[in-house]
């Protein structure tokens, strides 16, 4: 079946620490996406991808980095200079850009002490 | 910018009771409209969507209809089931700059048997 793999589920480091959240798909979807969520809160974008080779930051990309080298893969870095990076991260795809909905992946919870 | 305001929850309801859940939108042009689920632990699943006004979509027993005259695109079930337990986000995606998907913060429901 097509989808979304993030993975680990469960992401446990120490502060000062970078540490790569993975995305995969294998929808052949062109674009991708990096969302946090935070409780009570809607899901805000942090960098998102039309295509290979190519990514734009979000609304809250600071602190943070990806890469685009293939198709099916956007991994996300968070980084020492994420001022308060424990959240859920959810990471999403669509056929095409600005023009479809979004296919999720479930998510990596992320917790930094 | 574009905006999404949708009701706040908890929403607590028994089995087979009406479902309503808020949804208004803030956006220039002619955006699309959606309705995403997410069950706990997962990530985030398209419910239904519509593109234009007055269109209704529906999925499961789930309904709603834009209405631009309102700016609104309330989410509605006759009978509300135990797993229908979850968080609903309404979310527009504009068609004028940027072309990215915009959130609400989410509306908890919780059904009792």
């Known amino acids: 079946d097509g989808g979304i793999t993030q993975s680990p589920k469960y992401l446990f480091r120490k502060e000062g620490q970078n540490v790569t959240l993975s995305c995969e798909q294998n929808?052949?979807?062109?674009?991708m996406y990096w969302y946090r969520q935070d409780p009570g809160q809607g899901l805000r974008l942090i960098y998102y991808?039309?295509?290979?080779?190519?990514?734009q930051k979000g609304d809250i990309a600071e602190g943070y980095s990806v890469s685009r080298e293939k198709k099916e893969s956007f991994p996300l870095t968070v980084t020492s200079a994420q001022k308060n990076p424990t959240a859920f991260y959810l990471c999403?795809?669509?056929?095409?850009?600005?023009?479809?909905?979004?296919?999720f992946g479930n998510g990596t919870r992320l917790t930094v002490t | 910018g574009d905006s999404v305001t949708q009701m706040e929850g908890p929403v607590t309801l028994s089995e087979e009771a009406f479902l309503t859940i808020n949804c208004t939108y803030t956006a220039t042009g002619y955006p699309s409209l959606f309705w995403y689920v997410q069950y706990p632990g997962e990530g985030l699943q398209l419910l239904l969507k519509a593109t234009k006004a007055d269109d209704k979509g529906s999925n499961k027993g789930f309904e709603a209809t834009y209405r631009k005259e309102t700016t609104s695109f309330h989410l509605e079930k006759g009978s509300v089931q135990v797993s229908d337990s979850a968080v609903y986000f309404c979310?527009?995606?504009?068609?004028?700059?940027?072309?990215?998907?915009?959130f609400g913060a989410g509306t908890r429901l919780f059904v009792k048997a």
């Open positions: 999403a795809s669509s056929p095409d850009f600005g023009n479809s909905p979004l296919h």
């Open positions: 929808l052949n979807h062109d674009a």
């Open positions: 979310a527009l995606l504009g068609n004028t700059g940027g072309f990215k998907t915009i």
């Open positions: 991808s039309q295509i290979v080779n190519d990514f």
